[in-house]
């Protein structure tokens, strides 16, 4: 299993250096939640603070933008080179046109599904795509409860991914722990995202990331 550890737990007093503990921890991608307040109601960091958490991070970014108007967020971030976008397709009227524009700056594009919207949204479109984010809570808080039926959804996008596109990856976003990442890793999920379980760990963050492996 690939860990994404999301930095929405970090204390962002001290910002770089838990970045750079999640990296000396052992995770493979840094997962940077970034929320609008319109789509989601939360609000959280834009390029000036993503740009100083890219210094600092010795491992790729996922950024999950959580936004209106995508497209015009696309373009802040893509200067920080990051591995993956992900943007919600339940706020895209254009899903196809931004995947390629997402990929035409040389980031790898990715789609996110809400709690709600069910596998079969991306059918037409999963060759287009390297990543399929899969929500386990509802967006806008760290924190919150795993919500199970995403078990039920990661297995059937695993079919829907055998069959259009396998090199595409599933990530799960919300609520993972050490517990749960078991029958998710079963359903063939590739990627975790966690932020209270790898930041609040009473036995620290590289065993977290490592129970989560
Ligand atoms: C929620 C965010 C998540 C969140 C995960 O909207 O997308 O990335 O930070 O936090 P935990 O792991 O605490 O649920
Ligand atoms: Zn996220």
Same mark, same amino acid.
């Given at each position: 299993?690939?860990?994404?550890?999301?930095?929405?737990?970090?204390?962002?007093?001290?910002?770089?250096?838990?970045?750079?503990?999640?990296?000396?921890?052992?995770?493979?991608?840094?997962?940077?939640?970034?929320?609008?307040?319109?789509?989601?109601?939360?609000?959280?960091?834009?390029?000036?603070?993503?740009?100083?958490?890219?210094?600092?991070?010795?491992?790729?970014?996922?950024?999950?933008?959580?936004?209106?108007?995508?497209?015009?967020?696309?373009?802040?971030?893509?200067?920080?080179?990051?591995?993956?976008?992900?943007?919600?397709?339940?706020?895209?009227?254009?899903?196809? &046109? =931004?995947? #390629?524009? +997402?990929?035409?700056?040389?980031?790898?594009?990715? %789609?996110?599904?809400?709690?709600?919207?069910?596998? !079969?949204?991306?059918?037409?479109?999963?060759?287009?795509?390297?990543?399929?984010?899969?929500?386990?809570?509802?967006?806008?808080?760290?924190?919150?409860?795993?919500?199970?039926?995403?078990?039920?959804?990661?297995? &059937? =996008?695993? #079919?829907? +991914?055998?069959?259009?596109?396998?090199?595409?990856? %599933?990530?799960?976003?919300?609520?993972?722990?050490? !517990?749960?990442?078991?029958?998710?890793?079963?359903?063939?999920?590739?990627?975790?995202?966690?932020?209270?379980?790898?930041?609040?760990?009473?036995?620290?963050?590289?065993?977290?990331?490592?129970?989560?492996?």
């Amino acid at each position: 299993m690939l860990v994404a550890p999301s930095i929405l737990s970090a204390d962002f007093g001290h910002l770089a250096a838990d970045v750079e503990a999640i990296c000396n921890g052992g995770c493979d991608l840094v997962h940077v939640d970034v929320m609008d307040g319109h789509f989601v109601p939360n609000l959280t960091i834009g390029p000036v603070v993503v740009e100083a958490v890219a210094k600092a991070a010795t491992k790729p970014l996922d950024i999950h933008l959580m936004v209106e108007n995508n497209s015009f967020f696309v373009d802040l971030f893509a200067p920080l080179k990051p591995e993956f976008i992900s943007f919600h397709i339940e706020e895209e009227k254009h899903p196809h &046109r =931004l995947v #390629q524009k +997402i990929r035409s700056l040389g980031i790898r594009p990715a %789609i996110v599904l809400n709690p709600h919207t069910p596998p !079969e949204a991306l059918e037409f479109f999963l060759e287009d795509i390297d990543m399929v984010l899969l929500m386990s809570v509802n967006p806008g808080f760290g924190g919150q409860k795993f919500i199970p039926s995403v078990i039920e959804k990661a297995k &059937r =996008l695993k #079919q829907l +991914i055998l069959q259009k596109n396998p090199k595409c990856l %599933i990530e799960v976003d919300g609520g993972v722990n050490g !517990e749960n990442v078991k029958l998710l890793e079963e359903a063939g999920v590739d990627i975790v995202v966690a932020g209270s379980y790898v930041y609040g760990h009473p036995k620290g963050i590289a065993e977290a990331i490592a129970t989560l492996k």
